[in-house]
């Protein structure tokens, strides 16, 4: 039975070959390719168009306002008021239900 080190050695000179067989397979898959291109006249974005970026054009190009929400506490001081969404305002304290707003 072959040894760890036998074993990478083994691995190592694997992966040598794959890369110089695949080096080789590759130049000649690329002369076939620019053959064929030459051959009917294509160009590279024929091939490969370039993906663009962003959204598609047309897709909500108009920026719909969100309904605000009905406030939910009120600081009966300032009459600074607060939905519940968002960062939590520093009047509210720790006990927010002293806020609170009756609900109708």
């Known amino acids: 039975m072959a040894t760890y080190k036998e074993l990478m050695a083994q691995k190592q000179a694997l992966e040598a070959q794959l890369e110089e067989a695949r080096t080789s397979e590759v130049a000649s ?45 009120m600081d009966p001081k300032t009459g600074k008021t607060w939905s519940g969404r968002g960062r939590t305002p520093a009047w509210l304290g720790k006990r927010p239900e002293r806020f609170l707003i009756p609900q109708e």
């Not at 168009?49 to 605000?68: I, N, Y």
Request: no cysteine; glycine share 6%.
């Open 29 to 73: 898959v690329i002369e076939q390719i620019r053959e064929l291109m030459a051959q009917y006249g294509l160009s590279p974005e024929d091939v490969a168009p370039r993906r663009r970026r962003g959204r598609p054009a047309g897709a909500a190009s108009t920026p719909q306002e969100k309904a605000s929400l009905p406030p939910k506490y």
